[in-house]
């Protein structure tokens, strides 16, 4: 099969002869390989991170949440009901959940605290997977604390903590007296925001603490497809709008809101999809820096070659046969650079922290998984990242051959062939 023209002396041009345009073109292909690996290797770890913050809400947390607007309480066993038989909900647990105040050594600090049922919980997240010490709250008047929290409160498993509530402040006609709890358990989710301020008590307890007598504040369901919980939010909204008008005394069913973790999360998730978007441009000036290079490299190449290209304007080969050249050179350069790149990128992406431990002898605190909580470094390379990545250099690359693409074309045939 015969080549194009335009490739065919593209890649002539590139072959190696022992000059320095050949190890200038090398290097440039080097710098090119460099860049994409960099975004690939950047990319791939904010991935990772994402992936991990998602699963930690997601075990956590639940992927559906029912509550009642103005954050009232309600029985849940009417709202169950009318959810059952609903394909693709796996299991629903009730929960308290409210902001707490608590006065140690004269600071006040205030926390969530949230009040679960220990059994129904299991099959909603896995809360006993993050317990570093002691165990879950099973019994009356007792707490697990967030290992964070409970740094700042200085306090350790079998402590006494005094937990006020609004309810405490806000009663008119009696005074309430703040609730006495024994730390059982501290847990590490791995998540600042949540170590930082979150509390888990038994479902009498936190009804205790936030004077109710019973209800739900939150029904939280837990589906098949957790990437796929808005249609089956929509879904359960219909179906709780169908029960409110089937029946007048399930009216209040129209104050219900159905939230998605993706919903309660929405700050952190746009967070973390900001923060690899900006890390995205900023690299690809590291793209376009190696780019550079091959506009350099083809410059020179048009110079060195002007008598040739005079040569191949007077046998008659056209403008666009020989802007072509250059154009192909780039692209050539960039698909070789895109190619080394990718292979580079998924290597480093694979062995990350075989790569941090070598780093780390030269900076022991480097990435250190005390301060980041993670043990391994996460990353995950998917395919949208490396074509978006490829195909960017590859723009830019070919892009590059346009300047000396517009000297050659600009060449007169008898000027080129008196060139020296």
């Known amino acids: 099969m015969q080549l194009p023209f335009s490739l065919y002396l593209a890649f002539k041009y590139l072959k190696p002869k022992r000059s320095m345009v050949s190890v200038i073109t090398v290097l440039t292909m080097m710098g090119i390989m460099l860049g994409v690996a960099v975004l690939i290797v950047v990319l791939s770890v904010m991935t990772g991170f994402d992936d991990v913050h998602k699963e930690h809400m997601m075990k956590l947390d639940s992927h559906i949440q029912v509550s009642l607007r103005g954050d009232g309480n309600y029985p849940a066993e009417p709202v169950l009901e009318a959810l059952k038989g609903m394909p693709g909900l796996k299991a629903s647990a009730p929960s308290v959940e409210g902001f707490v105040i608590m006065t140690p050594n004269g600071q006040t600090v205030t926390a969530v605290l949230r009040g679960i049922d220990p059994e129904l919980e299991k099959g909603i997240s896995d809360v006993e997977s993050y317990m570093t010490e002691g165990v879950l709250p099973l019994d009356d008047e007792t707490v697990a604390v967030a290992d964070r929290l409970a740094m700042q409160l200085g306090t350790f498993v079998g402590d006494k903590l005094t937990v006020w509530s609004s309810q405490c402040l806000v009663s008119e006609d009696e005074i309430r007296l703040p ?34 007598e019973q209800g739900v504040q939150t029904l939280r369901l837990l589906v098949e497809e957790p990437f796929a919980v808005e ?33 309660i999360s929405q700050a952190m998730l746009s ?67 895109c190619l080394f790149g990718v292979a580079m990128g998924m290597w480093v992406s694979a062995n990350l922290d075989a790569v941090l431990n070598f780093l780390r002898i030269f900076n022991p605190s480097l990435m250190s998984p005390e301060f980041y909580m993670f043990t391994e470094m996460p990353s995950r390379t998917t395919l949208s990242d490396s074509l978006s990545v490829c195909v960017i250099v590859m723009v830019f690359s070919t892009l590059a051959g346009a300047l000396p693409a517009w000297r050659a074309a600009r060449m007169e045939p008898v000027d080129a062939l008196r060139h020296e």
Not at 233 to 260: C, G, M, N, P
Not at 287 to 296: E, P, R
């Open 271 to 337: 967070t973390l999809a900001v923060e690899k978007n900006m890390m995205f441009i900023l690299l690809c000036g590291i793209s376009l820096v190696a780019t550079m290079s091959v506009t350099n490299t083809l410059i020179t190449m048009c110079v060195q070659k002007t008598h040739e290209i005079g040569l191949l304007k007077a046998l008659g080969f056209s403008n666009g046969q020989i802007v072509g050249t250059f154009f192909m050179l780039g692209s050539v350069q960039g698909i070789f650079g």
């Open 179 to 212: 609730e006495e709890l024994t730390v059982s358990g501290i847990f590490s989710v791995g998540m600042y925001e949540i170590d930082s301020k979150l509390m888990i008590s038994s479902l009498p307890t936190a009804r205790d603490v936030f004077a109710m």
């Open 231 to 263: 249609k089956k939010a929509v879904e359960i909204r219909e179906r709780l709008a169908a029960a409110a008008r089937a029946d007048a005394k399930w009216s209040w069913f129209r104050y219900l809101q159905v939230r998605t973790w993706m919903d």
